[in-house]
């Protein structure tokens, strides 16, 4: 336990220490590198647990080892274990590792005194892909903005969500999966501890993340293990409140990962699979394709019941939320897959999927011709993807939270990238480098676009200053940002050139998903 005068004394060291570039951990001191401009102080590759190798894999994050020399925290660590799964994430790393849990720190406090915000960033990838050296994700501009910004790695696919029958019964609690979750909470608890000395009030922390970022904020906010450890969350595009398609249950994912163990592996014994080397796993899990299987599961312990159980119980943290999603969440290609869009086809499609609930799916999804049917495909299916899961936490948390509720619809298209010949529009992802400030030079951006980044990275930041996206008092050139409220229409921040609130137009379509996906 460490005593109230070493904090003290350890704050005290770090008021004039920051501004040299050095802070004192509760496990050694670091030392990091300034931004161009010598205003953000940048502290990278930080351990916040232990390695989780040899007898700690598959098992809940570890205490890091102390260190006494100056630890240079001046690259990122390694990014854990992972395939070539997404062709849009460059890394800056010096590679995958199964030693990878370390965390990176941006922040713009001349010293401890600065009592300044902080925001914890969790990456998307799927569960399975991901990493904090990514540029899009870099955390320079945002600290700018007046806060700290964190982001962490967390173990993926069969390292962070491997279940096992015999994972429980050694768990000392009867659970097995999630181990990247409670890295992602181990990381919060570092915060907790050492955040102060980096000029951070460990009292005022905002989580956020993108895709499988954000269905980790819905689980953190849910789990009792990690509710407690900030005071605001931002959702962008995803949640673990259940889509359209049924969770496995834990019993399903121990049968089908012990199936996968003997028949890839060779094994199913835990002994002889935490033998076996990490490149081993990985090259089976990518010869089958398989990673998709390893998943947030509810394990009894991290999450003791579904996380849209807890919510729908009011049991998770009562702290305001701000999420969203994007235009273009899906693609018509799910629908019509080479075809070319056709009512003939739409309608076909819709009859298969929706049975007897045709009619009325066909009423919410509304095409008049075949060009139509382009833009309505892709609304259905980025709504099946990720919106519906995503509306159905502002909602729930609107109705049990017992706090505001902010709301987005991000709209601003990205220019389109060499050899392309169709615009994207507002993909999935293609919020990130907006909210981060770091859009790709190298693209034909539009007049406005770097002004709305501006006012995103502003939203967000402002939101995590006092848990409202407006910050105090008027902000030139920032549109109000009403709340999400039944009172008030339901109004949603259109994020575009200019960003606009305007009450939701498109309700209707997911009060229709969620009756039908009852049924199911």
Known sequence: MISRLSIALTLLSSVTALAAGVV???????????????????????????PPVGDLRWKAPQQAASWNTTLQATEFGPRCMQGPIYSDMIFRDKGPSE?????????????????????????????AAGATSEPRQDGENLAHKGVIVVSMNYRLGIF???????????????????????DQAAALEWVKKNIAAFGGDPEKVTIFGESAGSMSVSALMASPLSKDLFRSAIGESGSLLGG???????????????????????????????????????????????????????????????????????????????????????????????????????????????????????????????????????DLAGDQFIAFSTWRWIEMHLATGQSKVFRYHFEDPTPLEPGETESRGAYHSSDISFVFKTQRKDLAWRAGDKKLSDQMATYWSNFAKTGDPNGPGSVPDLPKWPAYSVEDNYQVMHLNVPPHAAPTGNRARYQFLETWSAKQ
Request: glycine letters at 10%; proline letters at 5%; hydrophobic letters at 40%.
């Open 244 to 378: 359209l398609q049924k969770a496995p249950t834990l019993q399903e994912t121990e049968a089908a990962n012990v199936k996968f163990a003997k028949e890839d592996l060779g094994t199913d014994s835990l002994q002889e699979l935490r033998a076996k080397p990490a490149e081993e796993l990985m090259q089976a899990v990518m010869k089958n394709r398989r990673g998709g299987r390893f998943s947030a599961t509810v394990d009894g312990y991290f999450l003791p019941e579904s996380v849209r159980d807890i919510f729908a119980g009011g049991r998770q943290a009562h702290v305001p939320l701000l999420a969203g999603w994007n235009t273009d969440e899906g693609s018509y290609h799910t629908v019509f897959g080479k075809e070319k869009p056709s009512l003939e086809l739409y309608y076909a499609w819709m009859a298969k999927r929706f049975g007897d609930d045709a009619k009325a799916a066909l009423a919410v999804y509304p095409a008049a011709d075949d060009a139509a049917t382009k833009r309505t495909a892709g």
């Open 24 to 50: 004192t951990t509760d496990k050694g001191p670091v030392s990091g590198t300034a931004s161009a401009d010598s205003k953000i102080h940048i502290f990278k590759g930080i351990p916040y647990a232990a």
């Open 160 to 182: 962070g969500f491997f279940t096992h029958p015999d994972l429980a019964k050694e768990s000392g609690h009867n659970s097995t999966g999630n181990y990247g979750l409670m």
């Open 99 to 127: 030693n990878c849990l370390h965390l990176n720190v941006w922040t713009p406090a001349a010293s401890a005194n600065a009592h300044l915000p902080v925001m914890v960033w969790i990456y998307g990838g799927g569960f």
